[in-house]
């Protein structure tokens, strides 16, 4: 396969209503679109991922770009052909800059299942000997709030037909929302997403959370802490969830060899693609770590991409891959999958195609492989 056509649209998506984490609060989704073209004349989307704030990564939205448009595209432009997508790395000599590497590796996987007469998540199921789910259960991650606000979100969202909810926290003070959330909803399936707000001195209050039934806890202490992760795991009675740890297989390693967590958060732009993400998954299989996939507030055509590696058999536990309608009211894809009995309904779910709107802006800007 070779690109013949590789161009760059930045958009700015408002939210709905903030949303608020430990490390920011978003109202505004900066994404960057890449548009990718193959000589047989099929087409992919790609959404860079990275957030304008540097709380959960120090990758972000202009030095992703830059990446991008300065190390990552002259590479492909001097390829003759795109080479395969295996364990080798498409820039080998491009250290880190993950989200900009998944930006154009994740659509490359688009042009490459449709080359083929798959859908992505058929493509992706037979590189790792799995089956496909038509049709899965999906989680809601709700920002930061009060008692009475979250109340109310999960109502709707066990309503809509969400399966599992997710509480942001900020601090211990958040906790007592928890606790009430769960006295509320008796039988809701309950995760917290501390975003490494909290510290080893706060273990007993976190151990607290036994009595509301939390399932798990993600990334409660600071990325890079594998250490301080598995002495709060050894004295907590519920998962730790690994997120902005996790950057690559590695990471996994260290975290099976340390005991930091008995789960994982996989969100392909974080690790850089879904080369990498499916070399994640075979390991935390192998080591009975329950790994599923986390969303980075994308739009339609981004939660696509986690979306199709969610509908993978080995995924078991709800992902916060739904409607990314939750976030945005003006969708930049004509089609999105609908939340329907209870089960986010996938089946041979196309590459998204964009709204007329936003084809013409795309078609507006330069081709960077001309
Ligand atoms: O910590 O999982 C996180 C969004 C942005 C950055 C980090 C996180 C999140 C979410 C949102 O929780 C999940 C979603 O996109 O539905
Ligand atoms: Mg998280």
Not at 18 to 39: G, N, V
Not at 45 to 52: Q, R, W
């Amino acid at each position: 396969m070779r690109l013949t056509e590789l161009r760059v649209l930045p958009v700015a998506v408002p939210l709905r209503q903030p949303f608020r984490s430990a490390h920011e609060q978003l109202k505004m989704r900066q994404l960057t679109l890449i548009y990718l073209r193959s000589d047989a004349g099929f087409e992919a989307v790609g959404e860079l991922e990275a957030f304008t704030e540097p709380g959960y990564s120090p990758e972000l939205q202009e030095s992703e770009r830059q990446a991008l448009l300065e190390q990552l595209v002259p590479v492909l432009k001097a390829a003759p052909t795109v080479p395969e997508l295996t364990a080798e790395s498409l820039w080998p000599n491009v250290a880190g800059h993950r989200m900009a590497k998944a930006a154009i590796e994740l659509p490359l996987w688009s042009l490459k299942a449709q080359e083929a007469g798959l859908t992505l998540a058929e493509l992706l199921a037979r590189s790792v000997g799995d089956t496909v789910q038509p049709a899965i259960p999906v989680g809601i991650s709700l920002g930061v709030a009060d008692l009475a606000t979250q109340l109310k979100r999960i109502k709707w969202a066990v309503t809509a037909g969400y399966s599992r909810v997710k509480l942001k926290v900020a601090g211990l003070d958040d906790l007592s929302t928890v606790k009430a959330v769960r006295q509320a909803f008796p039988r809701l399936q309950l995760i917290v997403d501390g975003n490494e707000a909290f510290q080893l001195t706060d273990a007993a209050a976190l151990a607290t959370l036994a009595a509301a039934e939390v399932i798990m806890i993600e990334q409660p202490l600071r990325a890079g802490d594998f250490v301080g992760h598995a002495k709060l795991q050894a004295s907590l009675p519920f998962a730790i969830c690994l997120d902005e740890d996790i950057l690559s297989v590695e990471d996994v390693e260290r975290v099976v060899r340390l005991g930091s967590a008995r789960s994982l958060n996989l969100k392909p732009s974080r690790v850089g693609g879904f080369v990498e993400s499916l070399k994640i998954l075979r390991l935390a299989n192998a080591h009975q770590l329950d790994c599923w996939v986390g969303g980075m507030v994308e739009s339609s055509v981004g939660r696509y991409y986690a979306q199709s590696l969610a509908q993978l058999s080995s995924f078991k536990f709800p992902g916060d891959v739904g409607p990314s309608e939750q976030f945005f009211t003006a969708p930049l894809s004509t089609w999105q999958p609908p939340l329907r009995n209870r089960r986010l309904q996938l089946g041979d779910q196309p590459m998204p195609k964009l709204t007329p709107e936003m084809a013409a802006r795309f078609q507006r800007q330069c081709n960077l492989l001309a």
